[in-house]
């Protein structure tokens, strides 16, 4: 059995702010200390990052830290993408085993695999944070490629998205702090169901991609896939053509042999720009001939509705959800940005799954498994039920 509780301060002396934020997830569990600490804070708080870490460490006496910077944090109580914050949540379990990992540069996945190598990795979780320096994508392969499939949730930290600072963004594991730095906590012992929301509905018809280079789609279905795009495009309503501006993207099918897709089946990529000589679409994912896509739009009517079906299977699934906790990585654009109101997401698990502690924070992408794979997700939520 877990112990877990969640804390939450908006206080702008950051120091302070994490006191209050680890003594009240503490509290909130009827703990004094903690076997592991996630620790995640808003970019208000970037250069006293190694103090506010180590102030958690005293407070909840252990090193087992883990977490990063972000432009927001999120607790159960609500969701902070505006303002100055902090987030905690704290664990201790019977039967928790926590293997902490952390590698710096371009082949951390490599060290990562190679510290996980020792360890029974069956029922195991690997939570994992990356920075902006480097692919989360080749990072998954490379500790995949090391050590074979191991479920992996989590996501890229986030910079302030108003002004650039440097660094623009930190991780942290135990004593390490960087901003080149991987950061993971492997979890045996305990259970865990994961869960993706959208963001985006697909419109149109899918598309088989038949030319293509890198990160450039020249041709879909043996056409300019500019004009699969126009023909796409013909088929939204006037109101949706008016909302048009940042938000379609491309969805990338995540099982090519469905026969049916629908909301929450792709894999949600940024539409670069178009090439007008030879009407090519350029994205930010390498693509390959004879994969599936289709173009969605972001509305805030799709993500809502889509979070709400992930919470009712999260709900079918675990049923009565005494004794979990939770980590929630929430994409950067959505929170009020994309619904114009606070505590969007919160709000839908607390009306679906109940009052449970959880933590998180506002990524520049989300990591999390969809059947056997794992997948770098875009403008998603992910949630990790614990327990």
């Given at each position: 059995?877990?112990?877990?509780?969640?804390?939450h301060?908006?206080?702008s002396?950051?120091l302070?702010a994490?006191?209050?934020?680890?003594?009240?997830?503490l509290g909130?569990?009827?703990?004094?200390?903690?076997?592991?600490?996630?620790?995640?804070?808003?970019?208000h708080?970037l250069?006293?990052?190694?103090l506010?870490?180590?102030?958690v460490?005293?407070?909840?006496?252990?090193?087992?830290?883990?977490?990063c910077s972000?432009?927001?944090v999120?607790t159960?109580?609500?969701e902070?993408?505006?303002?100055?914050?902090?987030?905690v949540?704290?664990m201790?379990?019977e039967?928790l085993?926590?293997?902490l990992v952390h590698?710096?540069?371009e082949?951390a996945?490599?060290?990562?695999?190679e510290?996980?190598?020792?360890?029974?990795?069956?029922d195991?979780?690997?939570?994992m944070?990356t920075?902006?320096f480097?692919d989360?994508a080749?990072?998954?392969k490379?500790?995949?490629?090391?050590?074979?499939?191991?479920?992996i949730?989590?996501?890229m930290?986030s910079?302030?998205?108003?002004?650039?600072?440097e660094?623009?963004?930190l991780?942290?594991c135990?004593?390490?702090i960087?901003?080149d730095?991987?950061?993971?906590?492997?979890?045996?012992?305990?259970?865990?169901?994961?869960g993706?929301?959208?963001g985006?509905?697909?419109f149109?018809?899918a598309?088989?991609?038949?030319?293509?280079?890198d990160?450039?789609i020249h041709q879909?279905a043996?056409?300019?896939?500019v004009?699969?795009?126009?023909?796409a495009?013909d088929?939204?309503s006037a109101e949706e053509?008016?909302h048009l501006?940042?938000?379609?993207f491309i969805g990338?099918?995540m099982?090519e042999y469905?026969?049916?897709?629908?909301?929450?089946?792709?894999l949600?990529?940024?539409l670069m720009?178009i090439?007008?000589r030879?009407?090519?679409?350029g994205i930010?994912?390498s693509v390959s001939?004879?994969?599936t896509v289709?173009f969605?739009?972001?509305?805030?009517g799709?993500?809502h509705?889509?979070m709400?079906?992930?919470m009712?299977r999260?709900?079918?699934e675990?049923?009565s959800?005494?004794?979990?906790?939770?980590?929630?990585?929430?994409?950067?654009?959505?929170g009020?940005g994309?619904y114009?109101?606070?505590?969007?997401?919160?709000?839908?698990?607390r009306k679906?799954?109940g009052a449970?502690?959880?933590a998180?924070f506002?990524?520049?992408?989300?990591?999390?498994?969809v059947?056997e794979r794992?997948?770098v997700?875009?403008?998603?939520?992910?949630?990790?039920?614990?327990?």
């Open positions: 059995m877990i112990l877990s509780g969640a804390g301060s908006n206080e002396d950051g302070k994490a006191r209050l934020a680890t003594h009240s997830a909130q569990a009827t703990l004094t200390q903690a076997d592991l600490v996630f620790v995640f804070v808003t970019h708080h250069e006293i990052a190694q506010l870490v180590q102030e460490m005293e407070v909840a006496e252990t090193v087992n830290v883990v977490g972000g432009m927001g999120l159960d109580d609500r902070n993408d505006r303002e100055p914050g902090v987030a949540l704290v201790v379990g039967d085993d926590v293997v590698e710096r540069g082949g996945g490599i060290g990562i695999g510290q996980l190598l020792p360890y029974d990795k069956d195991a979780l690997l939570v944070v920075g902006l480097g989360p080749r990072f998954m490379q500790i995949t490629d090391n050590i074979g499939h191991l479920p949730v989590g996501g930290a910079p302030n998205p108003w002004e650039r600072t660094p623009p963004s991780q942290w135990g004593n390490e960087g901003e730095l991987v950061v993971g906590v492997l979890l045996r012992g305990v259970n865990f169901a994961t993706v929301a959208q985006c509905q697909p149109g018809q598309y088989t991609i038949t030319q293509c280079d990160q450039m879909l043996f056409g300019p896939a004009d699969a795009l126009k023909e495009m088929t939204l053509k008016a501006r940042r938000n379609i990338l099918a099982d469905a026969v049916e897709r629908k909301l929450g089946d792709y949600i990529r940024t720009g090439e007008e030879s009407g090519g679409l930010n994912e001939v004879g994969q289709q969605n739009l972001r509305t805030p799709a993500a509705e889509d709400v079906q992930v009712k999260l709900k079918a675990k049923g959800l005494a004794g979990v906790c939770g980590l929630y990585f929430n994409c950067m654009g959505r009020f994309l114009a109101q606070p505590d969007h997401d919160v709000l839908v698990m679906y799954l449970f502690p959880i998180g506002f990524g520049q992408a989300e990591f999390a498994p059947g794992n997948f997700h875009s403008y998603t939520g992910a949630l990790v039920l614990l327990w």
